[in-house]
């Protein structure tokens, strides 16, 4: 039996900008899948600018993160995959995890097969006053509702979403 309550579990939170040669690749791999779920070309405004590893908190020095959501109920995400102290450089097309609570209310926003609990177990660390600084600007425009809000990044942290109807 898991003795961890959910206050105790975390995402392993470790972030990194996305490169631009990796916005490409996944920009290709998603304008590459037949037929196109809504008949819209994606293009660099749908990629992520930041990278937020939201596996359970781990030990390795493998990190993964959504570049790019994909359109579409059970659509997947375009994920990169990324050492410790090196640039991202590998995309991956990942299917959504099908899980979902036993309510059906949530799904889970990671890929299919990941290791650890499901993000709905799962809360954000609380950044670093210096931290939060320095990617304050990317995370305020990561987060920023398609109204055009402005959220404060001090207490809205990135956290892919699935494309998928967990009411289905």
Same mark, same amino acid.
Request: glycine residues 8%; negative net charge; aromatic residues 6%.
């Given at each position: 039996?898991? +003795?961890?309550?959910?206050?105790?579990?975390?995402?392993?939170?470790? $972030?990194?900008?996305?490169?631009?040669? !990796?916005?490409?690749?996944?920009?290709?791999? @998603?304008?590459?899948?037949?037929?196109? &779920?809504?008949?819209?070309?994606?293009?660099? =405004?749908?990629?992520?600018?930041? #990278?937020?590893?939201?596996?359970?908190? /781990?030990?390795?020095?493998?990190? /993964?993160?959504?570049?790019?959501?994909?359109?579409?109920?059970?659509?997947?995400?375009? &994920?990169? @995959? &990324?050492?410790?102290?090196?640039?991202?450089?590998?995309?991956?097309?990942?299917?959504?995890?099908?899980?979902?609570?036993?309510?059906?209310? =949530?799904?889970?926003?990671?890929? +299919?097969?990941?290791?650890?609990? /499901?993000? &709905?177990? !799962?809360?954000?660390?609380? #950044?670093?006053?210096? #931290?939060?600084? @320095?990617?304050?600007? !990317? #995370? @305020?425009?990561?987060? $920023?509702?398609?109204?055009?809000?402005?959220?404060?990044?001090?207490? $809205?942290? /990135?956290?892919?979403?699935?494309?998928?109807?967990?009411?289905?």
């Amino acid at each position: 039996m898991n +003795v961890f309550t959910r206050a105790q579990r975390f995402i392993c939170g470790c $972030r990194t900008v996305v490169p631009v040669h !990796l916005v490409t690749v996944a920009l290709g791999m @998603a304008n590459a899948i037949e037929p196109a &779920w809504d008949g819209l070309v994606y293009v660099a =405004e749908d990629a992520a600018t930041l #990278l937020v590893c939201t596996l359970q908190a /781990h030990r390795g020095p493998v990190h /993964h993160g959504v570049v790019l959501n994909l359109r579409g109920p059970d659509a997947g995400a375009v &994920w990169a @995959a &990324w050492r410790d102290g090196i640039e991202p450089c590998l995309a991956l097309l990942l299917p959504d995890c099908p899980v979902t609570t036993a309510d059906g209310d =949530e799904a889970c926003s990671e890929f +299919v097969g990941h290791p650890g609990v /499901h993000s &709905w177990e !799962l809360a954000d660390p609380a #950044l670093p006053p210096a #931290l939060l600084a @320095a990617f304050a600007p !990317l #995370l @305020a425009q990561q987060d $920023r509702p398609l109204d055009g809000r402005v959220l404060d990044a001090a207490t $809205r942290f /990135h956290r892919p979403t699935t494309n998928r109807n967990p009411a289905r």
